[in-house]
Each structure stands twice: as C-alpha cells, then as structure tokens.
C-alpha cells in the first residue's frame, strides 16, 4: 500500500503536451484544492476554465482557516515522519478513512510546503531563518506549520497567485460572481456545466472534457456554523442529483472552540483557532453554586479560585489534555453544559489564559496570538488577556461528500471532487490543519496526476460542443426550478429564505448535532418535512431571476439543503454506532466515549439519489485495512 | 437600540441612485453592523417594501475581504483595524443617524446598491502580484533561509485582504496601499527578489490603466486598513520602481 | 482627456524631487536675506543683489529654478486632475478618516502659495525686471515695503502657508523616494517640521526686524 501512489504514477496514461491544448477542463471553486488544481493544470497546458461566486477567486472560504497546515517534515526532530502523519490521521478519522488515500496524502503532505515555501507563502521563521512549528490536536508532535493565525489565507492567497499567473497567461479563464446550477451529463460522462450568472442573473453553459467540483462543505446545512455566509452544499448536490453518489453525510465536525451563540440575529458562528487549545486552558466550574452564580451574572471567572475549576480534559484524558481531538473536545464540552456547569447563557465554557500569560508574559502571548485576542475582543467586547474567553463547539467542516475513488473521480466518469467537497481522506473525524492539506494535496498533486490519466483517451473525442440536446435539457431544467421558486411568492404569511434557513439549522443542530439518537433522528426527519412543505407554500422571494437577486440565491440553495438535510438524517439513523463526528448516544462507553461497532459498520456509505422525496439506496464500500492495526481510540 | 438609516439604493450598473430613509428599533448593542442590515432586510421582506438592501459579505469574520461598506464617512466603519462585518452596534450611539454608502472609485463601479465590482485588483495581481512557480520541481522548504524579521515584515504586508477600503479612503482613489503591500511581500523575500523590479513595473502600469488615482501621502489608506497595513510599504514600492527605473535587478 | 504616458509615480517622483530643489532654493534664499539685518545700508545685500542679477551662470540657473517651478505646478495640477478623475461620483458624507492634513491642504497651499508669490515679485523682482516701477535698490525696498503693516502681515501670513506647505512636502519627498522606513520615519517628520520652521523663522526675522526696526 506504501508504494500505490508510486507505482500509480509510473503505470498511469499521459497526454503529450501538443495534446494537452486540446483538451478543456472546467473546475468550479477557487478555494484551496480549486484554486491550485486550475493552477496545475493551466500550468501543465490543459485548457482551464475556473469559477466562484464571490467577486475574486481570493475570497474563497479556505482563506479562513486559522491554525496552520500539517506536513510530515519532522524538521522538529521530533519523531514524526510519513507514517507516523499516516497513523494520526486514520486514528484521528476513527479508522472509517480509506488507508490509501491517507497514506498517499501524508506522502505529498512535504511537497507542499515545498511548493507554497516557493510561491512566497511566508510562514512563521525561528531566528536562524528556519521554519517554526507547532503543535495541534490528535497530535504528540509539533508538525503545523503555519503564518500567525491566518495560514489559510496565505495559502490560497499563494493558490490565488499561481492561479494569477496563469490567468494572465491564458492558460486558464476566470468566472467570478457565476453558480452553478447543473451539471451536463452526456453518454454517461460529465461534459459541462450550466452556471448563473449572479450579476445579470443569465444561465451560461461551459462544455468540457471533464469537470472538477472544489466548492466546499455543506456546513451552512446547520444555519449557525463557522462557514462564510455563501458557503454552500449546492453545487455537489445537483451533482448528486445528476448521479454522482454522497459519501458518509452524516460525518459533520463540531469545533469546540466557537465564539458561543448569544442572540436570534446571529448570523454565523465565528472560530477560535484550535491553536489557541496549545496555551488556552479549558474549564468550568466544579460547584454547580459557582456556574449559576456566573450565569445570573453575581459571579465573573476570575472569582473562582483554583481548586473550585474543573479542568474537565486535563482530568479525563491526562495524554493529550487540552489536545483531544475536536470531536471529543466538542463533546465534553457538551457534556459539562448539559450537567449544568456552563457558563454565560450556560451553553459556553471557559478557555483561560492566565497561565500562559504569566509563565511567558504578555507580549509573548500576543506575538502568538495577538490576532485572534483582538477578533475576540471585537466580537464580544471583553478583554481575554484579562478574564478567559468563552468558546463553545458549533458546526465546523464536514467529512462527508461526494464519493469519490483514488482518483477523486465520482460515479460519474468525468467528474472528479476534491477537496472539502469530497469524502475521502478524514474518516469520521478531521484532525486539525489537515483539511489544508488535504485541499492543496489533492490540487497540487493528486489531480494534475489523475485528470490526466482520465483524459488520455479523450483527445479523440474532440472539442465538447455545447448546443447539444443535454445542455437545452439541463438549462431548461434550472430555469424552470428557478421559476418555481419565484411563483412561490406567498400570501399573508410570506416569510423570508433566512427564516426557513434558520428554522432548518435549529432542527439540525437539535437532533442532528452533536450527539444523535433514533428518537431525535426520527423526529428531525419528521420536522424537515413539515417545514419543507411550509416553505414551498410561504416563503416570499422578491425580484426576478434576470437581475442581481441574492434571495433568490440563498432559496435554490435552501431547496437543496431540505433534501441533503433528508439524507444526513438517513445516514446517520442508519449508522447504528458511534464513530468521530456522529455520536449516537445509544453507542457510548460508560464513561461517555464513542462506541465504534467494526463488525457491522466498517465501510463507506455511499447514497444515490432516486428522485425528490424518495429514500435514497446505499452502496457499501468496505474499509479493508491491511497495514494499520485497528484499535479503540484513546487519547486517556 | 433606534437608528435612521440612509442608504445607497441603485437597482443595476445604469441606474442613477439615491439614498433611501430606513428606521429601525429594537436593535441589541451586540449585534453586528451586517447582522443589522440582515434585520433591515428581513423586515423589507416581511412588510414587501422594498427590495432588500444588496451587500457583499462572506465570512464574517474580517478575513475573506469581500464586505466594505462606507459608513458616516469612513470605509468599515468608525473603529480602526476591522472590516464592516467586525463593526459591532455598540459602536454607534442609540438613536444615531448612519449613512451608508459604496465604495466609490471609477475602478469600482456599482453592481447594485452597495455591491461594487473589484475585479480590478484581480487584474492587478494578474499583471505581476506572484512568484512564478510551476507545480512541483522546487527545492525543499528548509532550503531557503529568511530572517526572522523580513518574514514577518512580509506577513504583515502579505495580510492585505484585497477588500479595497485603502481605494475607498483615499481622497484620490488610490490603490497605492494594496499595491505596495503585495509588492512588499514578495519583494521582502528571497523567493521574491529574482522578479522584483519586473513585478513593480508590471503591477503599477496596470494599475494605472485602471484609472486608479495616485498617491499624494494623505495616509487615509493606513488609517483605514482593517489589517492595519502601513504607509512604509507604499514607500517600499516607490523605492522599488525607482530601481526599476534606474535599471536595478534588470533582467 | 488623452494624456501622454507617465506613470503615476514617476509624476510623483519628479514632483518630489522639483519640491526637493526648491526647498533648497528656499533655504538658500533665507540665508542670504538675513544680510539685510546687517545695519550696513544694504552694502552686502544689493551687493549680493547685484552679483545674483548680472552673473551668467546664475541667470542660467534662475531658468533652470523657473522651469523647475513651473514643472511642480503642472504636474501637480495633472496629478490633480486625473486624481480626480480617478473617483468620477463623490460621497455624500465628508470623510472622516484620520489622515495627515496637511496632505489634503497641499494643492490649496500651493495655489496660495502661487498667488503670494506673484505678489512678492510685484514687490521685487518685476522691478528688477523693469515690468513694474519701484526701488531698484531692494534694501531699500525692502525697507518701504515691510514698514507698511498690511503688507508686513501679508508677509507673516504667507510665511505661515510656506511653513505648511513646506511641513508635508518634505517628509512626503522621502516617501516618495522611498526613504521613508520603520526605522527612520518618525525622525524625517520631526526633521521636517524643523527645516520647515527654521526656514520661516528665517524669512520672518528679516519681515519683523524691518517692521520693528531692529
């Protein structure tokens, strides 16, 4: 298994170079994985053509990530090397990650920071003019790299300017403010797509000899999540809808370390990056008194004394501490709230840094952490290098996507996914500053190696044409879904998108979130359906579809979160064990630990549509692990 | 909280605009400026008076770059170092009159109400704003040394957000401040040197050509960056395109 | 509006620089005007007068010096214009970023500037010239002129306009040329307001020594 991706690569097809003009390819997303795919693939002499539906392809969700990027470089001398990334990561994933793909992404995950190191991505240095790493959760060595708290952006803004350079050289075309709302699927293989213009609001179709889906996570399924407002399960869902088969939806991450809720008019959850749990210390009271006293404000943190705080991780998982990974971070945190020890509205915790602070200083902690202090004092006006922050776990990432092979080829030949929007590499639990990784991995390496083995053969097919009857179908379909829509337009009772939006996170959050059972499950599939049908009868969406309309926007991608929202609950009534990111609270250990059940449930789910409103079929690709030896997931 | 509200509508690129008059009550200090306009919003839908008010935002969290709004005279509001999205309510008297505008600039025009089109600082960066690297086939990371001090002068350049509140400040409409900020990042590491003087030239002609204005050091730019960019680095790109023009580094 | 093709930098930079060359002149100016004070009779200012009004290389350079300035208003009111052009609709609400004002006063200043010197001119070098009547021994001249109040104030008023104009240009030279870093910066602006003040004094002490009769 260590030497696949190596003999892949020696066995694979090429295209000559003269060939490579020929052949068009249309990736859609600038994140990460879009934006460095487009920019390998420009660069090699494909014809690219790139979309998003922001203004610039900078803008792109990837740029928020906080903490850093995992590469196995072991420049820390600290025992790390490919397979010791390899094992965290499928340990990490709670061993429902398919051996290969991680083992072929710890491979490349050196080459990376090779490549972003030369594109001038400037990560933080040590006074010798070496790169500095720190650690992260999941981990017991310190192999995150990292540009103060804003490595992701750095990284695409490194993607953004590869993709540049081949903008300007005409190797690849850009798209900016376009959606896409359909897939073209001719004689069985993906052949173009159908996108909105969202300024003029006119359908466009781009035909090519393949198409890469880069377009994130479905997150904002859950309303309130730690994902851009725009940030959208869409296009992977038409995708689904057209054939391509969805991997494990019900594998969501919950970040324990959010800026908790504090109002109805909240509109996104923002993050604290996991690098902060290095320092930050988390706890809650010990005395129930003490957590009551501070919810009806007669206490601040600072009051309680020492031995009064429950250091709640450092006490159940004395290895890692403050570094579980973030499902189980998520959830004890979850579990001291649910006992009555929250602080706040009673749903938050305290991560402190007073002892950071005075065994380092001050200044040293605001060298580190200085950005993310300051974005937290804006947001809730307290100061944290004074009284310790308050965090709360809320829908973060999620390891579930299109289904994909080793190719990152979905069910349908032609379509490939990378990315967020696949399933592949993270199991049921992402660890922290992988999902850079995984991002630029498969853009930087793995698809510029694979796409071109796809498309060997199709330098006979010609250029794609795209008047052909599927494209009139496929335009005709959204222009009808989009004026469905719109003659919606309720009575007295109208109410906006956002409203549903938010009605539907509620439910999901409830009985689909954190911790799951049948009951909840059960009822959650019950309650999407009723407000499904209340949406279809009174939601108002104003203007028209021929203008720049962003409600009608937020309404196709609600429509589709109804459905998706349908098949995470299938999948995870259907996994009758708990693993990762889906806790199901019949499967725990007595002390609260998830409870994997190999024997049954050791294998990818992978659902295919059958039509609206109908059950979805499930394929099963079992998890064969030939090289890791399976074990509980301890992090005591 | 009450507030008056006076914004920008403008139905499409063509359209004149005018400033239409919004009251709004029952505002929590803690909201956040978008949050409000979301209310606002919700309340046109609901009551069907109008279109709902278009604004870019993305992620919330001051990072993506795609919110700016002008507010009572300054871009992302009256708070230094943040982007509209980070604006909190608490920020504004109860009862305050707040006049929202666009980002004006003639390399900007309006999309629709408050949405403008930056598409011109994609097309700056195209001109020259990277290294030139294909994928793969360079050396290892450790390979190349920087000093501790440059690479984070670099970072600090390099955290431009590309929101465009520099060009909206300015009394010029100049993009001196994000050109110098990405000159600067690539120029203050040795990645970046070998296409130094080629990137200034390239990066400025096109700027240019955009019909940006020029800079006449008013600093409006650094006072208004939310990711506090500062002034030295539009001086590091003037130094820079001297030496381009004197022929140093020359290819 | 089709202009000829220079980039705006270099506009800038040329600005810069003719700014830099005129504060020199300035300089050199106050210096020689403080002969005045001597109670010599004006033997070593008209003889200093003199020597600037019949040497071949300094009537050279006082093309060179007017070239220079003509230079520095036309680019200037270019890079105005096309500043201008550059934000077509303007906002509604004034700004309120906290900016370097002396920076947005510039262009005024320099129109008050340009209106005080053909003023000044009117009092000494038109004469010179012969475009104007008036004492061609300009000690003397100097001498009517500034015991006249209105026109001593004029002089105050439009030293105080030299001394703001002088104020930003000349940190603003260094940025323009680059010089302007972490380390230093603060430095040229203190060194800035210091050359600024020291060459008004300069020109203030001659006003006010004639006015009082110092």
Known sequence: MAEKWTNYKASQKLVNPANKRKLDIIVVGTGLAGASAAASLGAMGFNVEIFCIQDSPRRAHSIAAQGGINAAKNYQNDGDSVERLFRDTVKGGDYRAREANVYRLAEVSGAIIDQCVAQGVPFARDYGGLLENRSFGGAQVSRTFYAKGQTGQQLLLGAYGALSREIARGTVKLYTRREMMDLVVVDGRARGIIVRNLVTG??????????????????????????????????????????????????????????????????????????????????????????????????????????????????????????????????????????????????????????????????????????????????????????????????????????????????????????????????????????????????????????????????????????????????????????????????????????????????????????????????????????????????????????????????????????????????????????????????????????????????????????????????????????????????? | MRFTLHIWRQENARAKGHFEKYDLDNISADCSFLEMLDILNERLINDRIAHPVCFDNDCREGICGMCGLYINGRPHGNDDGITTCQLHMRKFKDGDDIWIEPWRAKAFPVIRDLVVDRSAFDKIIQAGGYISTTTGGVPDANTILVPKHKADMAMDAASCIGCGACVAACKNASAMLFVGAKVSHLALLPQGKVEAADRVKKMVAKMDELGFGSCTNTYACEAECPKLIKRQNISRLNRHWIGSLLGRDRR | MNLPKIHSISKKILVALLGAFLSIFLLFHACANLCILRHDGG????????????????????????????????????????????????????????????????????????????????????????????????????????????????????????????????????????????????????????????????????VVGIYFGL
């Open chain 1, 202 to 636: 006119d359908l466009e179709r781009y035909a090519a000899h393949a198409v890469v889906l880069a377009t994130g996570g479905y997150g904002n399924l859950y309303y309130l999540s730690t994902n851009a407002m725009n940030s959208n399960g869409s296009a992977a869902w038409v995708c689904h809808r057209k054939g391509a088969a969805f991997a494990n939806p019900c594998y969501v991450q919950i970040h324990p370390t959010c800026i908790p809720v504090h109002g109805d008019y909240q509109s996104k959850l923002t993050l604290m990056s996991e690098s902060l749990r290095n320092d930050g210390r988390i706890w809650v009271p010990k005395k129930k008194e003490d957590a009551e006293a501070i919810r009806a404000g007669k206490l601040k943190a600072t009051d309680i004394p020492e031995e009064d705080r429950d250091y709640y991780l450092e006490r159940r998982y004395p290895a890692f501490g403050n570094l579980v990974p973030r499902d189980v971070a998520s959830r004890a945190a979850k579990e001291r709230c649910d006992a009555g020890y929250g602080v706040g509205t009673g749903y938050a915790v305290y991560l402190d840094f007073a002892d950071v602070i005075q065994r380092l200083g001050k200044e040293a902690v605001e060298q580190k952490y200085g950005n993310l202090f300051q974005m937290y004092q804006k947001i809730t006006d307290e100061n944290p290098y004074e009284t310790p922050m308050m965090i709360y776990p809320a829908i973060h990432y999620t390891m579930g996507g299109l289904w994909v092979d080793y190719e990152l080829q979905t069910t349908i030949p032609g379509l490939f996914a990378a990315g967020e929007a696949n399933f592949s590499d993270h199991g049921a639990n992402r660890l922290g500053a992988s999902a850079l990784m995984q991002g630029l991995a498969d853009g930087y390496f793995v698809l510029p190696y694979t796409l071109q083995n796809y498309l060997a053969d199709q330098i006979y097919v010609g250029k794609i044409s795209a008047t052909s009857p599927e494209f009139d179908e496929a335009e005709n379909n959204v222009k009808k879904r989009l004026e469905r829509l719109l003659r919606i337009s309720g009575q007295s009772t109208s109410h906006s998108v956002d409203h549903f939006h938010k009605a539907l996170g509620k439910i999901m959050w409830e009985y689909c979130g954190m911790a799951r059972n049948t009951e909840s499950l059960t009822k959650a599939k019950q309650l999407v359906s009723e407000l499904e049908e209340e949406f279809w009868k009174s939601v108002f969406i104003p203007g028209t579809a021929n203008e720049f309309n962003p409600e009608l926007e937020k309404a196709c991608r609600l429509e589709d979160y109804f459905e998706l929202a349908q098949l995470v609950i299938a999948d995870a009534l259907h996994r009758e064990e708990s693993c990762g990111g889906h806790f199901r609270t019949e499967h725990q250990t007595e002390d609260g630990e998830t409870l994997r059940d190999d024997e049954h449930f050791m294998y990818v789910a992978a659902w295919e549509y059958q039509g609206h409103g109908q059950p979805e079929t499930m394929e099963r690709e079992p998890l064969n692990y030939e090289y890791i030896q399976i074990a509980n997931r301890n992090y005591k």
């Open chain 3, 43 to 206: 033997a070593w200012y008209n003889a200093f007068c003199d020597f600037m009004g019949t040497n071949y290389v300094i009537k050279a350079f006082e093309i060179i010096l007017f070239g220079a300035l003509l230079l520095h208003i036309v680019l200037t009111i270019w890079l105005a214009i096309t500043n201008k052009m550059a934000r077509p609709k303007g906002y509604h609400k004034p700004q309120r970023s906290k900016t370097h004002t002396g920076s947005k006063l510039q262009v005024w200043t320099g129109i008050l500037l340009l209106a005080g010197l053909i003023a000044h001119f009117m009092d000494f070098y038109f004469v010179k010239l012969g475009w104007v009547d008036g004492n061609l021994n300009f000690y003397e001249q100097a001498h009517e002129k500034f015991q006249i109040p209105h026109i001593a104030i004029s002089y105050l008023i439009f030293f105080v306009v030299v001394w703001f104009h002088m104020r930003h240009g000349f940190a603003a030279i260094f940025q323009t040329f680059g010089l302007y870093n972490y380390k230093y910066g603060k430095a040229i602006e203190i060194t800035g307001v210091i050359f600024a003040t020291v060459v008004c004094l300069m020109f203030t002490a001659v």
